[in-house]
């Protein structure tokens, strides 16, 4: 009997443990207000460099690529991330200038609040282990004309620095 109430109390733990984004219907929605941004915006740092992205909805809607132009200084400084549902997960993967590319997992979507918010999962071409690389974003969309992103950079394995960016629809 003992065996049994332990039994019930960790399954309920477990239970209470899984997250609310595990909902097909959060990643869900949260990848069909990704499809919204399809478009050209002006990106604005904190420190005022603006850099012109595009949002295009590719293969028949299942995939969503943002392209940065980079900052017009450094050929190449182009950089290109896709966004697509991975069965219940919405996940992305960037191809940065800083020549690795990471994935992250969206760990939640708040539709009242437009914050979706995604965590690292791992990072490909990683020349060492202290090199950098980007290790999470979050979005906040303010409207269908208007959103924040905050995209932070590790190295050492740690936290360097987070780009804000505010974006705002040209087209």
């Known amino acids: 009997m003992k065996h049994l109430k332990l039994f019930s109390l960790l399954g309920l733990l477990a239970a209470l443990a899984i997250p609310t984004f595990a909902v097909d219907n959060n990643a869900a929605a949260a990848f ?22 595009t949002y295009e909805v590719i293969a028949n809607g299942t995939a969503v690529v943002e392209r ?4 017009g200084e450094h050929n190449g400084s182009a950089m290109e991330t896709v966004y697509h549902l991975d069965g219940k997960d919405l996940v992305l993967e960037h191809f940065c200038m800083a020549g690795n590319q990471p994935k992250m ?3 939640g979507y708040n539709p009242q609040t437009g914050e979706v918010v995604f965590d690292f999962v791992s990072v490909g ?29 590790f190295e050492d394995g740690k936290a360097k620095f987070t780009e804000t960016i505010q974006s705002r629809r040209v087209q």
């Not at 940065?68 to 900052?71: E, I, L, N, P, Q």
């Not at 990683?126 to 932070?152: C, I």
Request: no cysteine; hydrophobic share 35%; net charge positive.
């Open 105 to 107: 997992r969206a760990s």
């Open 125 to 153: 071409n990683l020349s060492s282990p202290a090199a950098g690389y980007m290790h999470n974003a979050k979005f906040r969309f303010v409207s269908n004309d208007q959103f924040a992103a905050e995209w932070t950079f």
């Open 68 to 71: 940065d132009s980079g900052d």
């Open 32 to 53: 069909e207000r990704l499809k919204k941004l399809a478009g050209t915006w002006e990106a604005t740092t904190k420190d005022g460099k603006t850099a012109r992205v």
